[in-house]
Structures are given as C-alpha cells and as structure tokens.
C-alpha cells in the first residue's frame, strides 16, 4: 500500500540554530531517504510564503496569497512511500529530520484505485 | 481461534463473520461425521475458507486479492496436514490493539472486544458511556487499523519495548477502571495479564504489572464497607484474598529475578509490603525513592511523600509535598490537610480539604472527606 508521509515544520525553530554544516548534514539526510527502497517520490516545498489558494465559488475563481489555513506549523515537503503496513511507514517517518527539530510528519494511506 | 483468523483475514469483521459460520458449519457437520481430530484447526481452515469465497464473490479489488496473498507459509502447511496445529496469535492480536495508531479510548475498547471477549454493552457499562457509542468507537477502532495499513505482527525490535509498555498500560488502565468494584473489568485485567505472561514469560515488567493487579485485587472485599472508604490500617484483614496475595508474591519473585528495576515491579514490591502483617514504611520510601528516581513522577512523588510521613512522621511527609505540583489533583490536598490533621493545625487541615473537597468526584471518596472535615 502507499502512504504519503506530509512534513510540517515550525516556521522559526530549531533548524534556524543549527551551524552550516549541520543544516547541510540534515539535507543529506533528506537526500538519503528520497533514495530508500519503496520510496516513490519526495520533494522540498518553498516557504509557506510563496504560497497561493484556489478556491471556486460559482463559477469563478478566488485566488488569494498565502497558504489554505495559517498555523505555526507549516507543510515544507512530502514523501510518497510503497510499504507493507504502517509500522514500515512509521519507522521512515521518524527518520526524517524535521519530526526531530520540532516539527512532525503525518502519516496517511492513500486511496488505492 | 479468533486471533488466527484475524492474522488470516487482516479484518477483524471478516474474521468475526468467518468464526461464526465456521461454528455454525461444525454444529450441523460434527454431531453426523463425528469431531475432527484436530478441532481448532479444522474450525480456522473453514473460517478461512468461507472467507475466502465470499471475497472471490464480492467485487474483485486488487488490494483483497493482496490480502489473500498474505497467507503465511503456517496456514499453506495447514492445508497439507490437517492434523497440524496453528500458531497463537494472541500477542499479535494484542499489539494490534494497543497500537499507537489507534487512540486509547479505541486500544481499551478493542482489547476488551477482541482478546477479553466482552460484549459491547459490558465494556460500555465498565466505562460508563452509552452502548451506541462504545459501538462506534469499534467501528471507528477496525477501520482504521484496515484502512491506515495496522500490520499485524508482533512488533520490530526496535519499537518493540515502547510497544509493550503501551500495551501493559492498556491492560493496567482496564484494571483500573474496575477498582470500584461495579464491574468484571479488575477480573478482565487479571486474565488479560496472566495471558502476556504466558505469551512473554521473560519480560520484567509483565510479571511486575500481574503481580500488581494481583496484590491490589486481594484487598478488592475489604476495601470499602457500606459504601465507605476503609483505609488500610483499618481493613479487615480476613477479607483479604489470600490465594491471590500468594500468587502475586510468586509473580513478584518472578518479576524481580529479571529485573527489579521495573516501574510496574516497583510498584508490586510496594504493594507487597502492604500486604504483610504490619507495614516496613522505611522499607516502602526506599522503594518509592526507585520509583521516583524511574519515572520522576509528581503522583509518585507524592505517594512516597504519604510513605515519609508514615515512617518519620506528619512533619516530615508535609515538607516531603511541600513543592509537589499536581493541579487539579485532590489527592494532593487531601495528603496534606491528614498531616496538618496529624500535626493538630486544624485552620490549615480545614483549608486543605476544603480545596480536596471542591475537586473530588467519587461519592466514597467526597463522603470520607467530608466525615474528616467534621472531625476538626
């Protein structure tokens, strides 16, 4: 079954004091996990401020600047994983550096079609 | 039987329904073709098979031809010799309801549902809520561990420690809901215990949580009289369930041979000394500093202040709580209103049991408060 395992990070936090090569040691990281066996896909998000909505209302379309719904935790990236159960997807996910640096991944199945 | 057709199926409804026809087929076939030699394989193997066929009925979806897929090398070799017998999935079943995954409520209703065999209006009743909504709760419980991918397995090594320690609380948690008495619950507990015990022989903390419940469920009669509290001095000691007071002994011998270090073995350790003639109280601070040292928490920390001022007095139990924070934790005031009662500072005994007062809920609980509070 595949699970796509969604990063939220704080906007401001641990990951700010943390030295140059440590930042670059957590990208490493990141890069490693994106090469794991079962993992499909992975991606870095920019910043939540590039962020942009749609909705539509009637016909037209409402487009506003930001992201769906403002919290101290923002959506920064996402890994799409092929793995049996859920304690395999749990065990990627708390390898992924942001869960570790006051942030967290949610874990969802997704729809098999 | 149930927990291997689980293992089979991965659903719990399924398998539900699949035991049900198989013991359904067995009553029509059994009482003409006579009894298998091997009955419970017989009954997983027709379970399994009915199964089976009503999924090849249904819609043909590729994640249930998956779930077919999944059989394990056992139950093929089952096929092969039917005289074989199948592996208890019990401690699979366990850690799948105790898993992380699935909120408390849902691992407390499921383990009583699945592994305790209760009906839904027992659990309902033990946990005070109504029947439709301990339904929903198992609904909600069985989808998700379907739909979110629960594996069932014992968990990896790794998290395997965690694990248990969620699923000891879970049985500790159901142990405690019925300490009151109203209901088979405490009783529940025991047998879920006993059985972990049996499935894990070697882990500390299992013997230490049984031998806990035990000790605590020997003074189950002598705990209340008419409705009211009866503190353990008082306690008639002939109430006291003597088989069980030895069992848990020899759970506690058997626990501290792995590791006395325990937080569930501590407490039984404790327990254990109350259940002697007369309290070693000194003996039960040492204990209790262990314990607090584990686990450093403020409820411990307070119950080993309650033991400070047992064996060196209300003084030195009241500066032992003096800077213990538990908001909301009438057991806190209740503690330090006895010693000011003790210490004959009976303004400051009355403010503290008024403030107990105004947070406890249970009607012994408020009545012995109250019974205290006239006394000044």
């Not at chain 1, 935790?73 to 304690?87: H, V």
């Not at chain 2, 039917?82 to 019990?90: K, L, V």
């Not at chain 2, 709760?137 to 989808?143: P, Q, S, T």
């Not at chain 2, 806190?332 to 503290?352: G, M, T, V």
Request: proline share 5%; with cysteine.
């Amino acid at each position: 079954m595949q699970f796509m395992l969604q990063i939220y990070a704080p906007q401001t936090g641990e990951w700010d004091g943390l030295s140059e090569p440590e930042k670059d040691a957590v990208t490493q990281e990141y890069l490693a996990i994106s090469g794991e066996p079962g993992v499909l896909a992975g991606a870095q998000l920019h910043p939540v401020e590039t962020a942009t909505t749609v909705r539509v209302n009637d016909g037209r379309a409402l487009t506003t600047d930001g992201p769906f719904a403002e919290t101290k935790e923002a959506l920064g990236g996402y890994y799409l994983l092929e793995a049996p159960d859920l304690d395999v997807a749990i065990a990627l996910a708390a390898r992924i550096p942001a869960a570790r640096l006051g942030g967290a991944v949610e874990v969802r199945p997704v729809v098999e079609r | 039987m149930l927990a291997a057709l689980i293992g089979i199926l991965g659903d719990f409804d399924r398998a539900e329904d699949a035991a049900q026809e198989a013991f359904v087929t067995a009553a029509e076939r059994w009482p003409r073709e006579g009894v298998p030699s091997s009955p419970g394989a017989w009954l997983v193997t027709t379970g399994r098979n009915r199964a089976i066929d009503r999924i090849r009925r249904e819609r043909t979806h590729e994640s249930k031809l998956a779930l077919l897929a999944r059989e394990t090398p056992a139950y093929q070799e089952m096929d092969a010799v039917p005289n074989s017998s199948f592996p208890d999935e019990r401690l699979e079943l366990i850690f799948t309801c105790c898993h992380p995954a699935l909120s408390i409520e849902a691992q407390v209703a499921l383990t009583l549902r699945t592994l305790g065999g209760m009906q839904t209006s027992e659990i309902a009743r033990g946990f005070m809520v109504p029947e439709a909504t301990m339904a929903q709760r198992l609904v909600r419980a069985k989808r998700k561990i379907r739909d979110a991918g629960i594996p069932f397995q014992i968990p990896a090594a790794g998290v395997l420690a965690d694990r248990l320690a969620a699923a000891l609380a879970v049985v500790y948690l159901i142990f405690n809901a019925g300490y009151d008495g109203r209901s088979d619950l405490a009783s529940e507990a025991i047998r879920l215990g006993t059985a972990l015990t049996e499935l894990m022989p070697d882990e500390a903390e299992v013997h230490g949580l049984l031998a806990l419940m035990l000790l605590h469920d020997s003074r189950a009669s002598a705990r209340f009289a008419a409705g009211e509290i009866v503190l353990l001095e008082d306690q008639d000691r002939t109430l006291w369930d003597q088989g069980r007071i030895h069992a848990g002994r020899a759970e506690l011998a058997r626990a501290r041979s792995l590791d006395p270090g325990g937080p569930y073995t501590l407490q039984a350790s404790i327990a254990a000394l109350h259940a002697c003639e007369r309290t070693d109280w000194t003996a039960v601070v040492a204990l209790y500093d262990d314990l607090l040292e584990r686990t450093g928490s403020a409820v411990v920390e307070l119950n080993r202040a309650v033991a400070i001022g047992q064996a060196h007095g209300p003084q030195a139990g009241l500066d032992a709580a003096a800077d213990i924070e538990l908001p909301g934790y009438h057991y806190l005031h209740a503690a330090r209103a006895d010693f000011l009662r003790r210490l004959e500072r009976p303004l400051q005994a009355r403010r503290e049991y008024e403030l107990a007062l105004a947070l406890a809920l249970a009607p012994a609980e408020r009545s012995f408060l109250e019974r205290r509070l006239a006394e000044l």
